[in-house]
């Protein structure tokens, strides 16, 4: 095995800070095609995907290439495409053929494996037969196994086109015992603000809640009453956190704004504390009214009204949202909003549906909660065609501020959005932007260049791959 001097440490440590160290593997085969292989495979198929190099060694921090030849490296390609077709060994295969090549470095030859993300439908990827004990997912440690409640969610995931979370039919639910009838009215009053011509504005409470989905009878079974959608959305909080309901919620704002005493860990705070209905809707109402301070308002006249909102209002509204109806009930944590003079994040339990490219590319709308995004378009807000990150984008870019960033933490599971606050925009930046007239809504050559003395780079070689460790969902 051709041993290397101790700068190879420092030039794989740059190839993997260049992506994130949860997206790069190296493994030895000099004992024989490594079983752990699959296990990565299976990590990296259940997060974001992920990059196997076969062939290099790591002791003791310090890597080598384990000598392979080339006639052994072309049999270990063989046995990992028998294997990735195999059902019988894992569970989907997920490569392409270009995902898969042999390269060769000085007298070593390696085998570089992209791993992509699997879509939601195919997750879990497991090893063998049985998903419980044999799944494994990725995080900054390495990969681990997966408890059986987190296979189940990930299974509940790819059946939530068919069997949404808040579409479930919960027993024992009464209208006049359970539903906060101000948060309704409010919900309505502002519907028939925005579109006072709409069917149903005049009909019954029932027969709206119906409408919405808040209600709802299943046809194959006659099972009736009310869905968890409805009751999170307009249900008393003692209602919500019965053993019937979801007993586990819990919403959470917090701020820290204008002080620097280490003594106030929060400035202001919005939580289940009694003295108000902590559902879904009067959650809403009141963060988005806080988060919205954190915004520079423009005083334009225009027709005669004051112009006060602008792209980047629609951006915080839609991030509040996509927390709220991406959220996975079933999963441990809960919503958390915090404001500090630095950022906005928004942090919602679950794992992503998509990957992150496509959650920035938008387009395609992928929901866990569909009625409650409803419920929310029936007001003018979340957006239903993907283009919902796009106003977090474009809302951002208006201000000239930094771009949002998405993050997905592990152990527990949560999506976390990132908005930067920045200075106040300068004018150039508002006048290329228009301001719109605001909803009748009253809420308002380094050292990984080269191969240890080889001709060939590191980044070449793993920028040919279809799944690129080092991509930018910017780019």
Known sequence: MAEHTTDI?????????????????????????????WESYSAFANTNGGTIVLGVVEKD???????????????????????????GKISVCLPRESDVRIEQ??????????????????????????PFGSTYRRNHEGDYLCTDAEVRRMFADAEHDRHSQDGRILAGFEFERDIDKESLHQYRQTL??????HPWIGISDMDFLKKIGAYTTEYETGKEGFTLAGILMFGKYD????PSGDPMYFVDYRERIATDNPDIRWTHRIYPDGMWEANLYQYYVRVYNRLIQSLPRPFMIKDGVRQEETPAHDAVREALINAIVHQDVNAQ????????????VFMNQGMMLVSKKQYFEGGRSICRNPILQKMFMMLGRAEKAGSGVDKIVSGWKYLGWPLPTVAEETRPDYVVLTMQ???????KTRQENPIRKPDKNPLQESPINRYCGGSKSWSSVLSQSRYSIFYSIWD
């Open 9 to 37: 440490k420092s030039r794989i440590k740059a190839l993997i800070g260049q992506g994130e160290s949860s997206e790069v593997e190296f493994k030895s085969a000099r004992g024989g095609f490594p079983g752990s292989f």
């Open 61 to 87: 921090n310090r890597f080598s290439f384990d000598g392979l030849t080339e006639e052994t490296i072309v049999r270990y390609k063989k046995i990992f495409w028998d294997c990735a077709h195999n059902k």
């Open 105 to 130: 470095i000085e007298e070593s030859y390696i085998l570089i494996c992209d791993i992509p993300r699997a879509n939601y439908e195919l997750r879990p990827v497991y090893i063998g037969s049985n």
């Open 192 to 197: 028939a603000s925005l579109q006072p011509t």
């Open 239 to 242: 209602s919500i956190t019965n």
């Open 333 to 344: 944590g809960h919503i958390i909003v915090e404001r500090t003079d630095k950022s906005l």
């Open 421 to 427: 606050l920045g200075t106040e925009p300068d004018k």
